[in-house]
């Protein structure tokens, strides 16, 4: 879809996080920090409804999106929507009609601005169950529903699979958290590894219960 037309959409948004790929072969894995998804609910071409946007971290540092902002924009669809959360990428032409007022709700889910993408590489992630993230989660600015590329054999990496999983980099004392059960990764001549709870607790040991 190289080339594609951009497509003029514009609404309030709901929701902003972080936009990030995960890259695993059999027990390693590499994270790719992107950007940012709006999401928006308002009109996108002629279809009403909510749409995804993914947006760079240079808009965002300059707008500071946040739930309950008014804005437009124009964006392509997405050429591979295995490797994308959102719909729609390449934005481009962003305004706002209107910020966010006052201070917003307390949390869980969370809505304020999101924090720098340096800011999310340094809390570490905990694996979030699908189920609770799809219905507690999607607004959340510690929630992440990750494109995931696998690599089945480290010697053939032609041999790849796809899938989408979601994370929480939020506090740990979060109430709404889930951690649902652990992920396997498949490997070459149909071996698997399991991630086990050890993983998400190393890589957010260094913080409290409500950093």
């Not at 905990?126 to 992440?144: M, P």
């Amino acid at each position: 879809m190289a080339g594609a037309e951009k497509i003029r959409w514009s609404g309030r948004l709901v929701g902003v996080q972080p936009r990030i790929r995960l890259l695993r072969s059999f027990d390693e894995r590499q994270h790719g920090y992107q950007g940012y998804v709006l999401r928006v609910n308002g009109t996108c071409g002629d279809q009403t409804g909510e749409f995804l946007i993914a947006v760079g971290r240079g808009a965002h540092e300059k707008r500071r999106f946040q739930a309950r902002m008014e804005l437009s924009g124009r964006s392509a669809p997405v050429g591979d929507p295995q490797m994308e959360t959102a719909g729609f990428y390449k934005t481009s032409g962003i305004e706002v009609a209107k910020d966010a007022a006052g201070e917003p709700p307390a949390g869980p889910p969370f809505l304020g601005v999101p924090s720098d993408l340096p800011t999310y590489r340094a809390r570490g992630h905990r694996r979030l169950d699908a189920r609770t993230y799809a219905a507690k989660c999607t607004v959340c600015i510690w929630g992440c529903r990750t494109p995931v590329e696998m690599i089945v054999d480290h010697w053939d990496q032609s041999q790849k699979k796809y899938r989408f999983e979601t994370f929480c980099y939020g506090p740990k004392s979060c109430a709404i958290y889930r951690p649902g059960p652990t992920r396997k990764v498949p490997g070459r001549k149909g071996m698997s590894y399991t991630e086990e709870d050890w993983v998400d607790e190393g890589a957010t040991s260094h913080r409290g219960p409500d950093d």
